[in-house]
């Protein structure tokens, strides 16, 4: 059982150097929308989208789990635009099983991102049910959410994206969206029996099922640049998403930040969460998967740490066993039937696994950098972000500076050299 502390005997015990951390900014290429709600507009304002809309229609508005940049500004705008071209829209939550696997969890998650009743001004029509719309080749049923299932046409946002799981031509974004988002729980659980190795060829079966089924309008695909901010948006009608998704996919992959390193001794990462990941801090940036998924990645990393979880993410802690070391705090923050929810319906159960809890941060830290071998802890090549979207701005120890004066492209130098910082409860200090 654990407890509120745990005493572990460890030779030498933690108390040893942690060395000096530095502040640095990584460099990237930025593309950044200025007005996005004019962005929407221009969109709508194309004959293929408008003509799409009759008046009177009710139309339901897919939203996702995930923490998109501006997301409650670009869904009130597509939101507005219908309504100006004379339909009823409602939004329903578009997450298969997120939000512990009900309604109200899922209504819940969107709230955390600015979009309720009381902010879009319409409704917001919450269920886990579904109604089977058809069915794949080999006899798969095909799940679509009922009351998305029962209106008169559909329209889906999302990010699109690098997949934390698998390659294909589309991987996260409108595609998935229209296959396990909107299939709900039941939906995702049937798909993910398939295995998500499947899912490049898969998914958009599934999604020309419910397209050539349901009445899905278009799909609103959205571009982030390094730095987490809006940098693309282009409505899609829904016979051209197998088309133009691949295209965005690509423009996704170039515009993604990076840890600019081939090798890290440990990672420390302040912040995990399904808002940030669908895998809680993504493995296209850390290089580290789930057990089953061949992964090639430039980067390698000996020892992960992540020392809280994100509120945005209701306890959810999918993707947790992807580090080696949590906090105390981490691990009373999860909520388990949460978290195994969602590693259920994936079928990937090491998601859910337990890392290492040390008590604090301090000690998190402490015996990750005890732990890695070959090195003495001075020498250690240590290397500390907020999350795995915030990339522009981050800490390494001091041992690496020479090798980033070696890269003026990459790196600028924000900061000497300091001590970590604790409180007395050895909580480290936040990025500021």
Known sequence: MIHKKIDVQISGGLDLPLGSMVRVEQ???APRIEDITETVKREFAKDSIKNKVVPG????VGCGSRGIANIALITKAVVDELIRLGAKPFIFPCMGSHGAASAEGQKEVLAGYGISEKTMFVPIHASMDTEIVGHLRDGT???VDINAASADGIVIINRIKPHTAFRGATESGLT??????IGKI????TYHRHGMDMFPTLLPEIRDVNIKQRNILFGVGIVENAFDQTAFIEIIPAEKISEKEPELQTLAKKNMPKLNFSNIDVLIIDEMGKNISGAGFDPNITGRNRRAVEWDHELSIKKIVVLALTPESHGNATGIGGADVITMQLYRDMDVG???ANVITSMNLDGAAIPVIMNSDREAIALAIKTVVRTTPRKCRVVR???TLSLGEIYVSENMLDELKKHPDQFTIMSRASDWQFDNNDKIQPFD
């Not at 998935?176 to 988002?181: C, D, E, W």
């Open 176 to 181: 998935k969206m229209l296959a396990i988002g």
């Open 27 to 29: 460099k990237f290429s």
């Open 186 to 189: 039941n939906g995702a659980s």
């Open 338 to 340: 949460a978290t195994y």
């Open 57 to 60: 229609q009710t139309i339901a």
């Open 141 to 143: 049923p095909v799940h």
């Open 385 to 387: 972000i907020k999350n």
